[in-house]
């Protein structure tokens, strides 16, 4: 009887607790879903050093080329709404193969084009792919270690296109995606809560790794999950920048983002132009700014639970994550953004001395070191909307980061239309 008893709140534990997944699995998780996440940011940024290159391959002005990172773009801005809910519906598995099936394809496409009107189109297709998908599980972690990519992006770039072409580009990330399919296919468990719950229903049977033994938590292989399918709703984001509350944060946000992404496009342009660098030379001007993005990564986090631990400590408040808080009855708005008027502060002075040094052609470290500390803060100020844009919308993370995509990526469109060589 006792035995009994003692199996029946074991059970309940389980039941309880918000994953049945251990520590080790789900750094495992984390990693995976990073690998992936990675590639969003990476296309972007692996790209920039070759813009000279590409304008001379196919005979056309920079600003042309300039036009296909605005496609990508304008494109990135949707994907999220039409494929984010998707996820939700028929499980993150089958949404990450498609994702990379098509993005492998498309780079494939891009090395074999031989026409502007076919790059333009190709880098369309790619944003779709890769910028579709918005991960939830664990999203600080994820964020914090995909911002290498500005670090490592450029270089790879500027390397590869400097020692076998631009096209060697897109093979590298043909490759590297083709190595994350395989991984995601054999190693990726189903996480979609509204599929396995906590990790312990077991999902049907489309949606479960080839090798059983790996992440199975499930009681019974044969219990299946109780979710009722539904069509995806491609417009459930837009309901989030109804609110007025995510309005404001997102507008805030993306104007950061309009300024961070003017500032990585004319680089490369701007310092071969100024400082007459190579295309090798130009992929390494932008290793201070993801350098400073990727320390910020280090202490951005324990300064945000600081501040929240402090204001509910002030309410007299549990600390407890066991837990759990009531986001509704706490004012998360002044634990996060009472921290954000110093960084916020030097972005603004950073960026307006930036500027002014390259303006003059000042000394080369001058604007290295600048973009050190604009790189730094400005990913602190990312995170601090982000994390009160996700506490404010705690139910749908995903649908609630993809509507600041909506807004980030729309804005730097019309910018990136206009910007040209203009910081």
């Known amino acids: 009887m006792a035995d009994e008893k003692t199996s029946d709140r074991q059970e309940e534990e389980v039941l309880e607790k918000y994953s049945v997944f251990s520590a080790a699995e789900k750094w495992r998780i984390v990693a995976m879903v990073s690998y992936a996440a990675w590639f969003s940011t990476l296309t972007s940024f692996i790209y920039y050093p070759a813009i000279h290159q590409l304008a001379q391959t196919f005979a056309v002005p920079v600003d042309k080329i300039n036009l296909t990172i605005t496609s990508y773009m304008a494109v990135a801005t949707i994907a999220p709404t039409l494929l984010g809910d998707a996820a939700d519906v028929l499980g993150r598995r089958p949404v990450y193969v498609l994702a990379l099936s098509l993005y492998i394809g498309a780079n494939i496409a891009i090395v074999l084009s031989n026409s502007y009107a076919a790059l333009v189109g190709l880098r369309v297709l790619q944003a779709l792919a890769i910028s579709a998908y918005e991960p939830d599980e664990c999203s600080k972690l994820i964020r914090e270690r995909i911002t290498i990519a500005p670090s490592i992006g450029p270089i790879l770039g500027g390397s590869l296109s400097y020692a076998a072409g631009w096209t060697w580009i897109f093979w590298f990330l043909c490759i590297a995606a083709g190595l994350c399919l395989s991984v995601m296919i054999f190693c990726l468990p189903e996480t979609s809560r509204n599929i396995v719950r906590n990790g312990s229903m077991s999902p049907p ?183 009160l844009l996700v506490d404010k919308n705690y139910r749908t993370p995903a649908a609630a980061q993809a509507s600041s995509n909506i807004v980030s990526s729309s804005s730097t469109t019309g910018k990136e239309q206009r910007g040209g060589k203009r910081v």
Request: hydrophobic residues 45%; contains cysteine; positive net charge.
């Open 205 to 387: 049977r489309y949606l479960r790794l080839p090798i059983s033994a790996l992440f199975n938590h499930s009681r019974d292989n044969d219990t299946k999950s109780s979710y009722t399918w539904r069509i995806p709703n491609p417009l459930r984001s837009l309901t989030i920048i109804a609110r007025r509350d995510n309005a404001v944060i997102i507008l805030a946000c993306g104007i950061l983002y309009v300024v961070y992404t003017c500032i990585n496009t004319s680089l490369s342009v701007l310092f071969i132009d100024i400082y007459r660098l190579t295309q090798w030379q130009a992929g390494l001007i932008y290793l201070p700014f993801g350098i400073g993005g990727t320390v910020s990564t280090f202490f951005s986090g324990h300064l945000l639970d600081k501040a929240y631990r402090e204001a509910r400590t002030k309410l007299g408040l549990s600390t407890d994550k066991a837990v759990g808080d009531d986001l509704a009855n706490f004012p998360i708005e002044k634990a996060r953004l009472g921290i954000i008027w110093t960084p916020m502060l030097i972005t603004s002075c950073s960026v307006l001395a930036f500027g002014w040094v390259l303006h003059f052609h000042h000394h080369i470290a001058i604007p290295l070191c600048l973009q050190f500390i604009v790189g730094l803060c400005m990913q602190l100020d990312f995170s601090i909307y982000n994390t």
